[in-house]
């Protein structure tokens, strides 16, 4: 079973826009993390939030965490061609293992 | 790819045989994850390690076995292919920092039974 689940599935924006993609999870978390996928690579870490915190910024990217409702958002702001890849939420059902959503797939048109 | 490679990269066997994949890591990293990639389910966990010797099931272990006898291999091996265990195989590591896991992946293993 998964615990966090991506929303929307696929989002397509003009370049210069910004990206929001939500996650919602299931159980009580330590942290949540995001990673980036390129099509046909493996995943890249991106940003990890811990449970006390609502709030994390990393260059374009903006994590929030609301633990009351069990979810969380990335934003890219001012996107790329580049950005163009599947985003996923991880969460750690052991602080050890991860349990990734299916993804949203993103695509930023010139 | 942070110092791990998968082999082979792409792989077509038949239904019923066996099947190893291999992940190689050189940062000396204590935690080694197997994952499966199909459309629509995200990443599934189907193996872990925790040190040499030392691995446990995941979600989707069934038709699948682990070894790790050195810190920087962690082998898959799959028993008895079926179709449905044509996916994209990924590896990872990771070593615990500052209370958290980050992982860092391989590039993958594309494996099509026939």
């Known amino acids: 079973s998964q615990q966090g689940e991506e929303d929307p599935q696929a989002l397509s924006i003009q370049e210069g826009e910004n990206a929001t993609m939500n996650c919602s999870y299931k159980t009580s978390i330590n942290n949540l993390q995001w990673y980036r996928q390129n099509s046909g690579r493996g995943l890249v870490h991106l940003i990890l939030i811990r449970s006390n915190e609502r709030e994390k910024h990393s260059g374009r990217l903006r994590v929030t965490l609301d633990t009351s409702k069990k979810s969380s958002s990335l934003l890219i702001t001012a996107s790329r061609a580049a950005d163009t890849a599947s985003y996923f939420c991880?969460?750690?059902?052991?602080?050890?293992?991860?349990?990734f959503g299916s993804g949203t797939r993103l695509l930023v048109r010139p | 790819d942070a110092g791990i490679t998968q082999s082979p990269r792409h792989k077509v066997t038949e239904t019923g045989t066996p099947v190893t994949l291999r992940c190689h890591q050189t940062?000396?990293?204590?935690?080694m994850y197997w994952y499966r990639q199909d459309p629509g389910h995200g990443l599934r966990l189907i193996h872990y390690?925790?040190?040499?010797?030392?691995?446990d099931k995941g979600e989707v272990s069934d038709g699948y076995s682990v070894s790790r006898s050195k810190t920087e291999d962690f082998l898959l091996t799959l028993e008895s292919a079926t179709s449905s265990q044509t996916s994209v195989y990924f590896c990872a590591i990771s070593e615990p920092g500052q209370g958290y896991y980050e992982q860092y992946f391989g590039p993958g293993t594309r494996l099509t039974v026939t």
């Open positions: 991880a969460t750690d059902a052991d602080s050890y293992k991860l349990i």
């Open positions: 940062e000396n990293h204590r935690y």
């Open positions: 390690s925790y040190g040499v010797k030392d691995t």
